[in-house]
């Protein structure tokens, strides 16, 4: 037996208003405000280029999420879109519902799927939704995600262009920005585009160190300094000898700093360490840094100068040994506000893991902690003593559980030849097992 499903009078509606464009376009005014969601949609599906940018200038609401409609870019939708806003703007009596937020990121789905009976002035999906609404002011603001590699995709370089234009009259915010292996040219021009308060993460990945920092770096300073952002500078560098040190010139603290895979000179971690910029620490990860014996002295006074603030630390696979390790204890001891710290894939004895233990065991706040398994639980060849380990791991735990109850706690050896996984050991269960 079939169902019947009828179409409802709401569809008839819009499906009349799209095949009757030009008069839909002329009457925008006198349109029930409810079939503005799904008069706009079935125009965005149909690639209706002319109807779209007459609704965009008349939106009722104050919020328009396009970017849930476009799952893929696509710079023709785009600039009819942006065409619209440009209609907005240059009209000389501005409507009291006037669009405020044009949102291009892909989601709040739920706007066009259900809008029947609710208050879209403002989309309350998430809190960033809400402080973006909360922020009104009399500019447009556009809100988008943005992720650049070697080049300007299409859309991109439309967008761009397009708010670079009109710097004056449209704030351009990013909630993420994510600049991966591009030129220097172009992330300039990115952040010259971008006010600095405007965007609230950005993640940097370069190889290209010296020239990086040089041009970049100020704009780095003004970022933070504007508050509440998050900058990760993620320096990747295979072949050191290409640039002679690591100078970062910030104005302003940063919170996040992130530099993996490479090797740190002595020079390159002193100058770290005596930089204002990083005085403000929150997260701090090294993680892959090969640190020579003359700059982990450097990278304890950086641990000093942070203590007040050092939240994350990160050190996994730096090649540590024993004496790196016994010479950074004193200034971890002091780092009182650290939550997290991750020492795996380093080669640290029983015995100065122990003593490891024992300088974090008086850090109240921690709730996650990663460390390496002994060297003892290794044989020769480099394979896992799997019942060393699981004898020594509880002795190790203990001495945490003296001063603290440990929250989350790991003791991670290399790969488990039996399965090839990472092996951990269970601190709840007290035994070792491989990690799937």
């Not at 209609?87 to 892909?106: A, F, K, M």
């Not at 585009?193 to 370069?206: D, H, M, R, S, V």
């Not at 007040?308 to 996994?316: G, P, S």
């Amino acid at each position: 037996m079939s169902i019947y499903n009828p179409i409802t009078l709401e569809e008839l509606a819009v499906q009349s208003l799209l095949r009757n464009e030009a008069s839909t376009i002329s009457a925008l005014e006198y349109l029930p405000i409810n079939l503005f969601p799904p008069v706009f949609k079935e125009a965005f599906i149909g690639r209706h280029m002319e109807l779209l940018k007459a609704m965009v200038a008349a939106w009722p609401f104050s919020y328009l999420p396009v970017g849930a409609l476009m799952k893929t870019p696509d710079v023709e939708l785009l600039q009819a879109v942006l065409d619209g806003v440009d209609i907005l703007q240059t009209q000389e009596v501005h409507p009291s519902w006037r669009l405020g937020i044009l949102d291009l990121r892909n989601m709040n789905q739920d706007f066009w799927d259900v809008w029947a009976g609710r208050d879209w002035n403002c989309s309350t999906e998430t809190e960033s939704n809400e402080q973006v609404c909360n922020e009104l002011r009399q500019d447009l603001k556009v809100v988008t995600e943005l992720s650049l590699s070697s080049h300007l995709k299409e859309h991109q370089a439309c967008l761009l262009h397009w708010a670079q234009q009109r710097k004056d009259c449209v704030q351009l915010c990013c909630v993420k920005m994510k600049i991966c292996d591009s030129p220097i040219e172009i992330i300039k021009e990115v952040l010259d585009i971008f006010p600095p308060e405007n965007i609230e993460e950005l993640e940097l990945y370069t190889n290209q160190v010296q020239p990086f920092l040089g041009r970049i770096a100020p704009h780095l300073g003004s970022l933070v300094y504007h508050g509440g952002v998050t900058v990760i500078v993620d320096l990747i560098v295979m072949d050191s000898s290409q640039y002679p040190s690591v100078d970062i010139c910030l104005k302003s603290p940063l919170e996040t700093l992130i530099i993996t895979l490479c090797h740190l000179s002595q020079s390159d971690v002193k100058q770290l360490s005596q930089c204002q910029g990083l005085c403000q620490l929150r997260h701090l990860n090294f993680s892959y840094v090969v640190l020579s014996s003359l700059g982990v002295p450097h990278l304890r006074v950086l641990l000093e100068n942070t203590a007040d603030t050092l939240q994350t630390l990160e050190l996994v696979g730096c090649w540590m040994e024993d004496s790196h390790l016994s010479a950074l204890l004193p200034a971890l001891s002091l780092c009182s506000h650290l939550t997290t710290v991750n020492f795996c894939d380093n080669k640290f004895s029983t015995a100065v893991l122990k003593k490891l233990l024992q300088s974090v065991a008086n850090l109240s706040n921690m709730t996650a902690e990663f460390y390496p398994a002994p060297l003892e639980c290794y044989d020769p060849p480099g394979s896992v003593l799997v019942e060393k380990f699981a004898q020594l791991c509880p002795e190790l735990l203990d001495i945490l559980c003296a001063k603290r109850q440990p929250k989350t706690i790991l003791f991670a050896t290399d790969v488990c030849l039996e399965c090839c996984t990472r092996c951990f050991y269970d601190t709840e269960a007290r035994f070792c097992q491989c990690w799937q």
